[in-house]
DNA sequence: CGTTTTTGACCTGCGC
DNA sequence: GCGCAGGTCAAAAACG
């Protein structure tokens, strides 16, 4: 745990979200000895970007963070196609999509021996990732989509092992990640990789996401689950929608402290009414 | 019986 | 080069 604390530039990849006590509260619970360990999630955590969420709380801050307000938020949408997007990094980890020829790191077809890559696949690419770190008792937090666990390691210096799901959802690869901070064994800590390229779906063993925010709240099996963290979900869902009809420059709001209230404009009439409480995506503009 | 979880083995990147 | 830690695979087990 010494050992972390050497200063690496953030850049455009990782973002931090807030924790909430739960869905019902908006006090921000944060820990930044937790936030450290969120953020050695990451073998390439040389890439860390805070994230504006002006209508969802406060945001993060850390000193690792770098808080600016005029910095491009997020993102989520980075790696896919706006090289731009990862201005700031030194070429690093990310400089190759391997989504470029198919969906996916190391899919199950993959054999091993491709995997290794022996000089092929340089780096491997990393998707953006998005941290969630959240007061709950259950670990895997129900956000909708449908995950399957594919591994599980002990973490260094903590009794909570960490969990690895995959999106179920074919040609989906969208990853999380999940451990118990060791710090404060109430909170646990999320994080998300890649985009869904699907919507929720529809099947799910509860109510909707979507339901859930429209005002359900606190029944259904959602109830554990935070509103910043369902709210980043809708988004990211509806990222998809929104790329496939804008596929382009949207996103370049600068001096906009909140990225994520350009785009909520921009997908606000389209799906995300029907499921988000229009005074969530008002609540901006 | 299909799907998901478990878990040990294996691979990769990194620091020393 | 070696060892460590993180991440993934895949066979077997468990589950519904």
Same mark, same amino acid.
């Given at each position: 745990?010494?050992?972390?604390?050497?200063?690496?530039?953030?850049?455009?990849?990782? +973002?931090?979200?807030?924790?909430?006590?739960?869905?019902?509260?908006?006090?921000?619970?944060?820990?930044?000895?937790?936030?450290?360990?969120?953020?050695?999630?990451?073998?390439?955590?040389?890439?860390?970007?805070?994230?504006?969420?002006?209508?969802?709380?406060?945001?993060?801050?850390?000193? #690792?963070?770098?808080?600016?307000?005029?910095?491009?938020?997020?993102?989520?949408?980075?790696?896919?196609?706006?090289?731009?997007?990862? +201005?700031?990094?030194?070429?690093?980890?990310?400089?190759?999509?391997?989504?470029?020829?198919?969906?996916?790191?190391?899919?199950?077809?993959?054999? /091993?021996?491709?995997?290794?890559?022996?000089?092929?696949?340089?780096? =491997?690419?990393?998707?953006?990732?998005?941290?969630?770190?959240?007061?709950?008792?259950?670990?895997?937090?129900?956000?909708? #989509?449908?995950?399957? =666990?594919?591994?599980?390691?002990?973490?260094?210096?903590?009794?909570?092992?960490?969990?690895? #799901?995959?999106?179920?959802?074919? =040609?989906?690869?969208?990853?999380?990640?999940?451990?118990?901070?060791?710090?404060?064994?109430?909170?646990?800590?999320?994080?998300?990789?890649?985009? !869904?390229? !699907?919507?929720?779906?529809?099947?799910?063993?509860?109510?909707?996401?979507?339901?859930?925010?429209?005002?359900?709240?606190?029944?259904?099996?959602?109830?554990?689950?935070?509103?910043?963290?369902?709210?980043?979900?809708?988004?990211?869902? !509806?990222? +998809?929608?929104?790329?496939?009809?804008?596929?382009?420059?949207?996103?370049?709001?600068?001096?906009?402290?909140?990225?994520?209230?350009?785009?909520?404009? +921009?997908?606000?009439?389209?799906?995300?009414?029907?499921?988000?409480?229009?005074? /969530? /995506? =008002?609540?901006?503009?």
């Amino acid at each position: 745990m010494e050992d972390q604390v050497e200063h690496k530039n953030p850049s455009l990849d990782e +973002v931090i979200f807030a924790s909430v006590t739960d869905c019902l509260q908006s006090s921000l619970v944060m820990d930044y000895n937790s936030l450290e360990k969120a953020f050695k999630f990451s073998p390439y955590n040389s890439s860390l970007q805070p994230i504006s969420l002006t209508n969802m709380g406060q945001v993060v801050n850390h000193p #690792y963070l770098n808080l600016n307000p005029n910095s491009p938020i997020i993102s989520s949408s980075s790696n896919e196609a706006d090289p731009k997007e990862n +201005v700031g990094d030194k070429n690093g980890p990310m400089e190759d999509h391997n989504e470029g020829d198919q969906h996916g790191d190391g899919e199950s077809s993959k054999p /091993l021996s491709t995997k290794q890559g022996k000089g092929k696949r340089e780096k =491997k690419e990393r998707e953006a990732r998005v941290a969630f770190m959240t007061k709950s008792e259950v670990e895997h937090l129900e956000d909708g #989509y449908r995950w399957r =666990k594919y591994g599980q390691k002990a973490v260094k210096n903590s009794p909570y092992p960490r969990s690895y #799901y995959r999106c179920t959802t074919q =040609k989906c690869n969208v990853k999380k990640r999940v451990e118990r901070s060791f710090q404060d064994p109430s909170i646990v800590i999320t994080t998300y990789e890649g985009k !869904h390229n !699907h919507l929720i779906p529809s099947t799910l063993r509860g109510p909707l996401v979507g339901e859930h925010l429209s005002g359900h709240r606190g029944s259904g099996l959602l109830h554990s689950f935070p509103r910043y963290h369902q709210e980043f979900l809708m988004m990211n869902q !509806h990222h +998809v929608n929104y790329q496939a009809v804008e596929s382009t420059s949207h996103r370049q709001s600068h001096g906009n402290s909140s990225n994520y209230s350009n785009h909520q404009q +921009v997908v606000d009439y389209g799906l995300l009414q029907d499921i988000v409480p229009s005074k /969530l /995506l =008002k609540h901006e503009s």
